[in-house]
């Protein structure tokens, strides 16, 4: 059995309330599920190199968006094209969570 301790969930819960905090606008609710389905996936990235599952090189931006959307995209080439209409803001926070991947890496 993995036992979870607080530390594990830190980078996510840094602090902040998450519950509902009253929105100005549609494009910023989508950034924060943006960046709530980032947490998720910066969790399970965490999981799985605690289990030794870690892939061959760091992932793109693209590639955490697209983990985290599993089976909604079949091709690549379809995923490469719903990636382009991706908003900057929103891509600015998977390209974020690339960056930590990669300095995982680095380290």
């Given at each position: 059995s993995?036992?979870?301790?607080?530390?594990?969930?830190?980078?996510?819960?840094?602090?902040r309330?998450?519950?509902?905090?009253?929105?100005?606008?549609?494009e910023?609710?989508?950034?924060?599920?943006?960046?709530?389905l980032?947490?998720?996936?910066r969790?399970?990235?965490?999981?799985?190199?605690?289990?030794?599952?870690?892939?061959?090189?760091?992932?793109?931006?693209?590639?955490?968006?697209?983990?985290?959307?599993?089976?909604?995209?079949?091709?690549?080439?379809?995923?490469?094209?719903?990636?382009?209409?991706?908003?900057?803001?929103?891509?600015?926070?998977?390209?974020?969570?690339?960056?930590?991947?990669?300095?995982?890496?680095?380290?």
């Open positions: 993995v036992v979870v301790s607080e530390n594990d969930f830190l980078d996510v819960a840094d602090g309330d998450c519950r509902a905090v009253p929105s100005s606008s549609m910023e609710e989508e950034e924060d599920a943006d960046k709530v980032a947490d998720r996936l969790l399970t990235t965490n999981w799985n190199k605690r289990l030794g599952k870690e892939p061959k090189k760091p992932r793109t931006a693209m590639a955490l968006w697209r983990m985290a959307h599993p089976g909604e995209y079949r091709t690549q080439k379809e995923a490469a094209e719903a990636w382009k209409r991706v908003g900057s803001k929103k891509r600015s926070v998977w390209e974020k969570l690339a960056l930590d991947d990669k300095r995982r890496w680095d380290r």
